[in-house]
């Protein structure tokens, strides 16, 4: 086994995949509460497995309660920025690979010239970005809390409220900045020949940059989590999916496009049901 994948693959994957089993027994522990149908669409097949899942760390992706929306203190903020950030690192990790192959490929023939620390300095810097994403998420579904618009489940009850979303990220799909931020995603060696820096900080420069176009790739798509349910891991799953395959080669013209249509599409029929 090369060294790569002794410092870098398997550290990451194993990360990546705690990421997916915690989100997977908070939505569990969640549906002891709600019912796992309630976390949003393709949920109700985890029903029967809420009756054997009895891991108490439900407390993280609780609802708020009263006196939590009325006080404003920091502990309510904390759990839920946790929960947040763990579904950045399970959705948006797998989306870096191609940038982080990259990375590597600048060490073939010289191996000092990007050492794992480097290259763990560069996923830091990426992971800072979606770090303050998760921060900007946490404060929008505490406001949609005490307004009553998200419930126990996490899931918006206001139809036009998540029409506007899919609205907004349908049509974000063909602007332009969804397409020049998405031409760096896709290709990440070009970038990285531009904005070479050698050093840590060099490398944590290089990750925040990269992790600011892919945040302009995908903020839109992930907001879509109050719509399809804040803990719906089916739809983190398909999400991420989808993402990753946005920023492979041949992806912009065969899925880009397209998932912009079905949410406009989605949106003039979240529409219609709220005048119903």
């Given at each position: 086994?090369?060294?790569?994948?002794?410092?870098?693959?398997?550290?990451?994957?194993?990360?990546?995949?705690?990421?997916?089993?915690?989100?997977?027994?908070?939505?569990?522990?969640?549906?002891?509460?709600?019912?796992?149908?309630?976390?949003?669409?393709?949920?109700?097949?985890?029903?029967?497995?809420?009756?054997?899942?009895?891991?108490?760390?439900?407390?993280?992706?609780?609802?708020l309660?009263?006196?939590?929306?009325?006080?404003?203190?920091?502990?309510?903020?904390?759990r839920?920025?946790?929960?947040?950030?763990?579904?950045?690192?399970?959705?948006?990790?797998?989306?870096?690979?191609?940038?982080?192959?990259?990375?590597?490929?600048?060490?073939?023939?010289?191996?000092?010239?990007?050492?794992?620390?480097?290259?763990?300095?560069?996923?830091?810097?990426?992971?800072?970005?979606?770090?303050?994403?998760s921060?900007?998420?946490?404060?929008?579904?505490?406001?949609?809390?005490?307004?009553?618009?998200?419930?126990g489940?996490?899931?918006?009850?206001?139809?036009?409220?998540?029409?506007?979303?899919?609205l907004?990220?349908?049509?974000?799909?063909?602007?332009?900045?969804?397409?020049?931020?998405?031409?760096?995603?896709?290709?990440?060696?070009?970038?990285?020949?531009?904005?070479?820096?050698?050093?840590?900080?060099?490398?944590?420069?290089?990750?925040?940059?990269?992790g600011?176009?892919?945040?302009?790739?995908?903020?839109?798509?992930?907001?879509?989590?109050?719509?399809?349910?804040?803990?719906?891991?089916?739809?983190?799953?398909?999400?991420?999916?989808?993402?990753?395959?946005?920023?492979?080669?041949?992806?912009?013209?065969?899925?880009?496009?397209?998932?912009?249509?079905?949410?406009?599409?989605?949106?003039?029929?979240?529409?219609?049901?709220?005048?119903?």
């Amino acid at each position: 086994m090369s060294n790569r994948a002794i410092h870098i693959w398997l550290p990451l994957g194993g990360i990546v995949l705690a990421a997916w089993a915690f989100l997977a027994l908070m939505s569990l522990e969640l549906a002891r509460v709600v019912s796992a149908g309630a976390l949003g669409p393709g949920m109700s097949i985890f029903e029967t497995l809420t009756e054997t899942v009895t891991l108490s760390i439900g407390n993280i992706c609780r609802p708020l309660t009263e006196a939590e929306l009325q006080n404003g203190e920091w502990g309510p903020f904390v759990r839920i920025l946790a929960m947040w950030s763990t579904m950045s690192i399970a959705m948006m990790l797998p989306t870096a690979i191609p940038l982080i192959a990259t990375y590597i490929e600048f060490s073939k023939g010289n191996p000092t010239k990007v050492p794992p620390r480097q290259i763990w300095a560069l996923i830091a810097g990426y992971g800072m970005i979606w770090l303050g994403f998760s921060c900007f998420a946490t404060g929008l579904q505490i406001a949609l809390s005490r307004t009553v618009i998200l419930d126990g489940s996490l899931v918006s009850q206001w139809p036009w409220l998540s029409a506007a979303f899919l609205l907004v990220a349908g049509l974000y799909q063909f602007s332009t900045l969804k397409e020049n931020c998405l031409s760096k995603c896709r290709s990440p060696f070009a970038t990285f020949m531009g904005m070479w820096r050698d050093g840590l900080a060099g490398a944590i420069q290089m990750g925040l940059k990269q992790g600011l176009y892919c945040l302009g790739c995908c903020w839109a798509l992930m907001l879509l989590a109050f719509v399809g349910g804040v803990m719906n891991i089916i739809w983190m799953a398909v999400a991420m999916i989808i993402m990753l395959i946005e920023k492979i080669p041949f992806g912009e013209d065969h899925v880009t496009a397209p998932l912009g249509m079905l949410l406009i599409v989605a949106s003039g029929y979240m529409a219609m049901q709220a005048l119903t």
